[in-house]
């Protein structure tokens, strides 16, 4: 009996793990932890480098919440492109594996999850920021910009640069201007970031008639638009450490040395923009720029490297 058994047990329970990863699939989870370092960073800065552990975790698991819940609507609003894209085809919900209003219940739980957690963990005003995120990308990019122009990556970028907010407030309960300033350098991060990956899948977006910056302008002029971006990514970076104050030489030498290769490459891209090598070249690049920024910001905000700096400075003194 027990050898009947088996293989029906065996089969329910692979039935059971494809089940999970196909909600985990609907939440998009490689974008996740990239809008959740820039939360970090914002902790660390609002913090001088002391934040509280529970704090973070907290913030962090609210935020991927509410991250999991808005990719999860995407997923649900933009089921008929993706089974249109070969590159998409296979996602949970145009694939059938997950029925739309499954899906849509589960991004509600999600976000019910994420307004508690922050709520109750952190404050009011971070776990309304978390949830204008998933508004903004659901209605404002999704629904209203996405596929009526192509500055829909400008203005939909907001979206991406929110968790910033969430992460300041989350230590704070307030939003002060180097709040917004790390708001904006995620924001204006975001079109180079966008296009370049625009730039290597037009023909997908071309295809279900998505006026993405490439296909409505070509890739030359999308490539001086990725060029002007970037030239202004720079000096909005530096804005942290002057006129503000927030942070010291560490994140300095970091934001130049990094945004002098974010530059080169975009230049890079500008003299060549129909190579989908130089694209890709800039994308990657891109994702690891932001994760290096970042982590920059954190440690020079770290109690330890601000006296590190001042001994330095007292022995060449």
């Not at 529970?54 to 935020?63: A, D, N, P, R, S």
């Not at 891109?286 to 700096?309: E, F, G, H, N, R």
Request: some cysteine; charged content about 10%.
């Amino acid at each position: 009996m027990q050898e009947l058994l088996n293989p029906s047990l065996e089969c329910k329970h692979q039935n059971f793990l494809q089940v999970i990863q196909s909600y985990y699939q609907l939440t998009k989870p490689r974008i996740i932890p990239l809008l959740l370092i820039t939360t970090a960073a914002a902790m660390w800065l609002a913090s001088d480098g002391q934040t509280d552990p529970v704090l973070f975790l907290v913030t962090v698991i609210g935020g991927m919440l509410a991250a999991a819940s808005a990719q999860t609507m995407n997923c649900i609003y933009d089921r008929d492109i993706d089974y249109a894209m070969e590159r998409t085809r296979n996602r949970p919900i145009p694939s059938g594996r997950v029925k739309p209003l499954h899906a849509g219940i589960f991004a509600a739980v999600l976000a019910g999850l994420s307004f508690a957690t922050l709520t109750i963990f952190t404050n009011l005003l971070a776990a309304l920021l978390a949830m204008a995120g998933i508004g903004f990308y659901m209605w404002i990019y999704t629904h209203l910009l996405k596929r009526h122009t192509p500055q829909n990556i400008v203005i939909g970028g907001a979206a991406g640069a929110i968790p910033a907010l969430v992460g300041w407030a989350a230590v704070t309960n307030s939003l002060s201007i180097e709040a917004w300033i790390l708001f904006a350098i995620v924001f204006i991060w975001t079109p180079p970031h966008f296009w370049a990956l625009s730039l290597m899948i037009k023909d997908d977006y071309a295809k279900v008639g998505i006026p993405m910056m490439p296909v409505v302008v070509g890739d030359a002029a999308t490539a001086k638009q990725i060029w002007i971006y970037t030239l202004l990514l720079m000096p909005t970076t530096l804005l942290l450490v002057y006129p503000l104050g927030a942070s010291g030489i560490v994140y300095a030498i970091s934001a130049i040395g990094l945004g002098g290769v974010f530059v080169y490459e975009a230049w890079k891209l500008l003299h060549a923009p129909t190579d989908k090598t130089v694209a890709k070249s800039m994308f990657k690049y891109s994702i690891l720029y932001m994760m290096l920024l970042c982590t920059a910001i954190v440690v020079d905000s770290l109690p330890q490297t601000q006296a590190a700096i001042q001994l330095l400075l007292k022995g060449i003194v």
